[in-house]
């Protein structure tokens, strides 16, 4: 190992259960934070949009929202094929953490959307390609959660969501082109690598603040129910337990 | 800043439904995501806990 620590140490639930349990506050309080500094920009000092009047400050959840329901599915993807490859269970404990998180947020953008588009465009939903791709994503979701629910065996339930959760990855960077493939109803990307921001600087800093605060929101729920999962998986999970409790247990036996 | 009020800072420019049903959305989502996964926690460690003060027939032998 270069870096003179041993990832792979932590590649193990007992190692893993321990280390999430440390870092999940930090997350938490750095994310309520930022959530805090970014709403308070985007609500104070963000100027009004000379187009979209105040309906625009709907974009301070909305962007943030969809771009963590595509970036998360892409994660569990990635964790889906590392388990699938590695056989490791951690990897798939935490495809199956991630899922509900990433489907809430699916979610949100479209709620958050259709806000935005009854009063812009007059309609609360369209079947365009953008809206379109995203609903499909949100099937996505919920095709690897219902997947998992229904295998009794263990083994298998992880390799099925893993294989249909990397198969429809596919639709990842068809969202993302939507606007710049089709012609679509939806705007096309206010941010982008290419040409930069056509925002007002106030209105971009808001925005990504709150991106960083969803970001370590979900990094620390997904982090606390992958805890849950290794407690509700793992057959003897005693790491956890007080020493008391263990002790207790000793002695009743 | 661009509030006069605070009823001017709830209207929204008359999008005040629009905004807030988004934001308000959100927070519940968020909020009942973390309770729910507090119960989770509280009720799996419960679980945790029974089976190893409890054992089974073959691990008290």
Excluded at chain 1, 11 to 36: D, E, K, T
Excluded at chain 1, 77 to 97: C, D, E, P, T
Excluded at chain 2, 3 to 28: D, R
Aim: charge should be neutral.
């Amino acid at each position: 190992m270069s870096t003179g620590i041993n990832w792979l140490k932590y590649s193990s639930p007992q190692a893993f259960y321990p280390l999430a349990g440390r870092l999940i506050p930090w997350f938490a309080c750095v994310a309520v934070a930022l959530m805090g500094i970014g709403l308070y920009m985007g609500f104070f000092v963000a100027p009004t949009d000379f187009q979209q009047g105040e309906a625009y400050r709907i974009i301070f959840v909305h962007v943030p929202a969809a771009w963590m329901s595509m970036f998360l599915y892409v994660v569990m993807a990635v964790w889906a094929g590392i388990g699938m490859g590695l056989n490791a269970r951690l990897s798939f404990m935490m495809a199956q953490a991630i899922a509900p998180t990433g489907a809430m947020f699916t979610f949100l953008a479209l709620l958050t959307g259709a806000m935005w588009g009854k009063p812009t465009w007059g309609a609360w939903w369209v079947w365009d390609a953008r809206l379109t791709s995203e609903l499909i994503l949100l099937f996505q979701y919920a095709g690897v959660m219902l997947l998992r629910t229904s295998i009794d065996d263990m083994r298998r339930a992880d390799r099925a969501s893993a294989v249909f959760a990397l198969v429809g990855v596919v639709n990842v960077p068809i969202i993302y082109f939507s606007v710049q493939w089709w012609n679509t109803l939806h705007q096309g990307a206010s941010v982008s690598m290419a040409t930069g921001s056509k925002m007002a600087s106030t209105m971009l800093t808001a925005m990504l603040l709150m991106t960083v605060a969803f970001w370590l929101y979900s990094i620390a729920v997904i982090l606390a129910r992958a805890r849950c999962i290794m407690i509700e998986r793992e057959s003897l999970p005693v790491w956890d337990e007080k020493a008391a409790v263990i002790q207790e247990a000793v002695e009743a036996r | 800043m661009q509030w006069g009020s605070a009823s001017e800072f709830f209207a929204m420019g008359g999008y005040g439904l629009y905004v807030w049903t988004s934001f308000v959305a959100t927070a519940l989502c968020m909020v009942w995501e973390v309770s729910a996964l507090w119960r989770r926690r509280v009720a799996a460690r419960a679980e945790q806990r029974a089976a190893l003060l409890g054992g089974t027939d073959e691990t008290t032998a």
